[in-house]
């Protein structure tokens, strides 16, 4: 079992920035492949960003690549989410996710909320224009 817990969410202007901060606690943090994952309203959950057991490997999506950027550290069993140049289609609940399934981070599989075991309860970003 893991248990995460989203924070840092808000309100923030077109062309801001954000940073979302997942803790984790249970299991050992670096069993996981790690993933955002964002949900707008009327919409199905999508896919953001995803970063490997090590830490040394990432993908995203294209609407966001180039602009957020993905980071774990492993002293404080945290994963981060950089939000830059946010726009107001970014606006969304966003997810943290942690899979315990053999998934690399490259593979399509790592894009799939169904591959990941464990949810934290999101948090909300909502960019005005």
């Known amino acids: 079992q893991v248990q995460l817990v989203e924070s840092g969410g808000g309100l923030v202007q077109a062309g801001g920035s954000l940073r979302l901060s997942c803790a984790a606690s249970?299991?050992?943090?670096?069993?996981?492949?790690m993933g955002w994952f964002r949900q707008a309203p009327g919409k199905e959950r999508e896919f953001v960003a995803a970063?490997?057991?090590?830490?040394?490997?990432?993908n995203y999506a294209d609407a966001v690549k180039g602009r957020f950027t993905i980071t774990r550290d492993f002293a404080k069993n945290t994963m981060y989410l950089q939000m830059n140049s946010v726009k107001p289609e970014d606006t969304a609940v966003y997810y943290c996710?942690?899979?315990?399934?053999?998934?690399?981070?490259?593979?399509?599989?790592?894009?799939?909320?169904?591959?990941?075991?464990?949810w934290g309860q999101g948090t909300q970003v909502t960019v005005s224009s």
């Open positions: 996710a942690a899979a315990n399934l053999l998934i690399t981070t490259g593979s399509p599989s790592a894009k799939k909320p169904e591959s990941y075991n464990y």
């Open positions: 249970g299991r050992t943090f670096s069993s996981f492949v």
């Open positions: 970063i490997s057991r090590s830490g040394g490997s990432t």
